[in-house]
Structure formats: C-alpha cells, structure tokens
C-alpha cells in the first residue's frame, strides 16, 4: 500500500503543477471580471519561449538555464496577454470570443516562430530540464520523506506555495480587494475611486504571467520539447479546475492537485492490484468522469465573479 | 450615418481585409513575398477541380459545428463540448454505416440519424446538469470532450475491431460519395453540403418562426423574466444544448460517412469543434452568417496547405484566421473608428 502511494503522490504532484500555476492565473483574472478562455493559447507562449530559450542559450548558461527560461516563459506570455487585456478591456470586445482568438494566435505564432528559428515543425529535446530532486533532511523523515521529498520537482513546491501567497493577496490586501471589487460590482469600485481598467489589466497580466510558467514547466518537465501538439488541452483543464475551486486560489490548487492524481492513477493504475485488471479507457476517463460527478454531487453550483465577462463601459447603468 | 446592419457586414468584412494585411506585413517582416504567398493560397483552391472539391468537404462540417455554437450562443449558453459531440457523432454514423446492411434510403438516413442523436446525447448530459444542478455546461463540455476522445478511441480499437487503428469504410448504401460526383471531380467531394445547408434553413425556422426558437432565445436574454412569463428555463436549457448537440453530431456525420468513409483513432482533437466557436462568431451567430464565414475558413484551411509551395509556413493562415477574429470582436473600436471617419469627412 505504502509502495502505491510512494509512486502516487509524486507522480500527482509532477502532473499538478504547470496545471496549479495557470489555474491561479485564471482565478486572478476571471476574479476581476475577465474571462480567460486564452489560458490555452498563454501556455503555448509560455511552453515555447521556455524551449527555445532553453535550446539556444543551455550552453551558455548552463545550469541556471530553465530557471531562466522559465521566467522568459513568465514574460513572454505576460506580454502577449495584453492581446487578450487589450481587446477585451479597453475595445470591450466579447471576452471568450477573443480568449478563443488567442489560442489559435498562439498556437500559429509558436509553430510559425519554429519553423523560423529551428527550420522544422518540432524543436530538439531539450537539454537542461528541470531536474528532479531529494529535499535534503527532510527526505530522510519516515514514511513523509519517501511520500513528499524524494525524487521531487522544486516547481511543484513553488506551485504549491505560490496557491497559498496567491490566496493571501487576493482575500488579505488592499490590492486583492480592488481586483475582487472589479470582478464583482466595477460600477460601485468606480464610484470608490477604484481604477476599474487599470486593476484588470494587472489582472490579466498577472494571469498571463502565471500561465506563462504553467506552459514552461509543463515544457521542461514533462514534454521537454515544443511542436503543435505540446499543449493540448491542459489550459482547459485549468479552466476547470478554476471553476471546480470556485474561483478560489487554494480550490483551484485541490481542484489541480484532483486532475494531477487522476492523471497519475491512469499512469501508475497498471501496477496497482486493485486497478491492474480494469481496461485503460476506464482509467483514461476517470479525471474526467469523477470531475462531472463531483461537480454535480457535492460541490454544488459554483457561480462566476458577478461582472466576469462583463466588459464595463464608463457610465453606463 | 451606418446602420447597425450595415455594421453587421461591414464589419467582418473590413476584419478579413485587416488580418490579410497584418499576414503580408507578417510575411513581408520574415522575408517572405506576401504577394507570391497569397498568391499560392488562392491557387491551392481554386486551380484544380480537386482541391475546389477538398475545399467544399472542409467547408461542409464547419457549417454544421459553427451551427452548433451559433445556435447554443443565441440561446445564452456556450457549447465549447462540439469538439466531443463531433468525435461521437462520426463513431455513431461510422457504426451504423458498417454494421447494418440496408438500402440507401433506409441506411444513409439511419446513418445521420446516429450521429445527430449522439451528439444530441453528448450534449444533454451538460444541459440536463445546468439545468436541474445549476453546474457550469462549459466546465462539464471540456470533460465530456475528453471523454469522447478516449471513448472513441477505445470503441474503434477494441469494440468495432481487433486493435487496429481505423475501422472499415462504410457501406456503399450509407455513404455520401455519389459516383458520378467522384468521376467529376476526382475527389471524395460528397453530398453532405445538401445537409449542411438543409441545417441552416432548420436552424433559422427554429429561431425566427416558431414559439420554441422564441423561447429558447428569450431564456439566453433573461433567465429570470422568462422564468416570471412562466417559461420552464430548465427545459428549454436541456432543448437548446440537444439541438446544439444535434447540429455537432451531424458534423461528425460529414466527416464519417462522407470525406473519410471511415473512423480511427486520435491522440489528439480533430479542432473542428473549436474551430466551430470562431466560424459561429465571424458569422454573427446567424445561419447565414455561418455559411459565409465557414466558407472563408475552409478556403483559407485548404488554402494554407499550398503556400509552402511558395516558402511561406501555412501557420501565417492560422495568425491571420485569429486576427481576423480579434478584429470582430474588437468590433466596437472599428465602429468607433467608422465614425469618426465620417465625422471627419463632414467638416
């Protein structure tokens, strides 16, 4: 039993972390009234300005290179969510409509940008990726040391403690409160003296910045290379688990965390006793199928920031 | 001054000029010769009866899933589940298609009768939990969409045959080739456009001449006012995601029974669901709209395949096709700009 869990648990946490980092994003975003269908498309930018940073200057860099590589990931999707920020905020164009319009766009100028620098459809294997790592001390504690601090990623206990700084700013500032006003009631922040566009443009940067790493850590732990099928899906999946954690950063980390397990069950489930007899389709669509039934048994209706989607318009009643 | 009509079309049609533009400057930028590239897209369609052919059978599921959204979008709910309800409805028509032995009339019906009634299932699984749970159909979509692709695959690896990656071709009797179509042009151009466009005309009487379309249009406004003019929201959420559904099925039934005559497996989506959200959104969300705008993809789609012949990577076809759709929803700052145009003309 324990030998499952051995396997399990770092497995699950392998699988959650670029899903927790670009599901804080979602949060923070949809929180202050923007919906972020592009998460997607931001992972792509993220993923692909990880791998071709980490291709091009490993050698320089050496070592250091994907921690560098992963905040050129975190830049570059910033940058490129003012495309999503822009329209959706100040030409208060449709917000799911141009959410879709940044996947396809990130999706093209990835591949686009490839076939420029690399002269092919599909990069190299990179060769510095994120290794993984025993925690020192702490991996020798009993039982909790093989579980939580053998053979782990460092990026997925930096996902786990940014889900807790994300929920202190968002629920324990000043700043945090400003975005949830926004998201809420932007008529009413307004009238407070709350800079309505301003806070969803940090908003959505910092969604695109956080997406950003989910795309580069995805690139350089579990795909260790970037072609049109890298990401594929995975920001959906952190929609979900922004809805499933009803727009709660530390409900958007369980929901991830749920999704990582599901994944890793369907990985490691072959050798589980209990499991090793049941066909793989069944494991294949157990995250999903459990996801429906949870969110039509006990997590209840989970009901959106009042203005998302709602782009505000200055004066308007 | 403009109408707002006349927005309505001035508008997606002053967005395809812009991201054509943006795609030469692009192409220009990287060295490429936009003219030369441009050039190679229009010949990949229209020189050869072949690809002109290739082109309808693209344009053909576009229609159907750019229905779906549209008709789920003017109804107040999002279906980004079409993705899930294609893959169901082409293993449905495919099953059907190669499973039963019957006459054309009987057979090819059947056929697309599956794929609609599956997509149709597809769908009300959403539905029916928005409706009496209150749960959010876009996350529920997104799990049924991974659904369906494991499903599928598992059906036609280990049910419709013995681990093999693509089933047989459907029956003769349950297709959409017609012979004399094949001999005129060389290609699998099929009949399902007919459908495609019979769709359009049904999902126009539905929304503008009968009580239901009124119904389901007036839930999408204001749940509440509708609920008070003692209209069952629930039921009429479940009505509109089915149709949805139905409308993606047949999609998959396009795809199935008419350009591949076969089924097999995917690591990955077919993107004619989400493709479907852009076509619905350039087409205003009306079925005629659909048409222009699913015509312009599946040019631009088979289009692409032919610019490398110039040099120039057919993903410059995906930038300008997410342009384009920027552009549209930015619609409001084209208008803006419109008038002030006007303005400045008048002085």
New interface residues.
Partial sequence: MLDILYSLIPQTLFFAAPLIFTALGGVYSERSGVINIGLEGLMVIGAFAAVTFNLLYANALGTMTPWISLLVAMVASAVFSLLLAIPAITFRADQTVTGVAINMLALGFGVFMIKQIFNKGQTEFISEPIYTKDVPGLVDIPVIGEMFFNNMYITSYIAIAFSFVAWYVLFKTPFGLRIRAVGEHPMAADTNGIKVYTTRYIAVIISGALAGIGGGVFAMTISLNFSVSTIAGQGFMAIAAVIFGKWNPLGAMGAALFFGFAQSLSVVGSSIPLLENVPQVYLLIAPYVLTILALAGFIGRSVAPKASGVPYVKGSR | MFSSTKFNFIIPIISVVLGLAAGAIIMLI?GYNPILGYQALWNGVFDSGFFMSETVNRITPYILTGLAIAFAFRTGL?N?GAEGQVLVGWIASVWVGTAIDAPTVIHLPLALLAAAAAGAFWAF?PGI?KAK????E???S??????AL??T??LIR?VMTDNSESTEQVKQTASLTNDFLIGLTGSRLHLGFIVALFMVLVMWVILERTKLGYELKAVGYNQHASNYAGMKVGRNIVISMVISGLFAGLAGAMQGLGSFGTAFTN???SNLG?DG??VA?LGGNNPFGVILSASLFGFLKVGALNMSTAGV?N?????V???I??F??????IRWALLQLKKGERK
Wanted: cysteine-free; aromatic content about 14%; hydrophobic content about 70%.
């Fill in positions: 990287f999002f980004i699984i939990l749970l209150g749960v959010h876009v996350i529920v997104i799990m049924m969409n991974y659904v494991h499903l695959n598992y280990d690591t990955a989506f989400f959200i852009a959104l990577p993903e410059i076809i995906e930038i096709i997410a342009l759709i920027l549209v929803a930015s619609g409001f700052i």
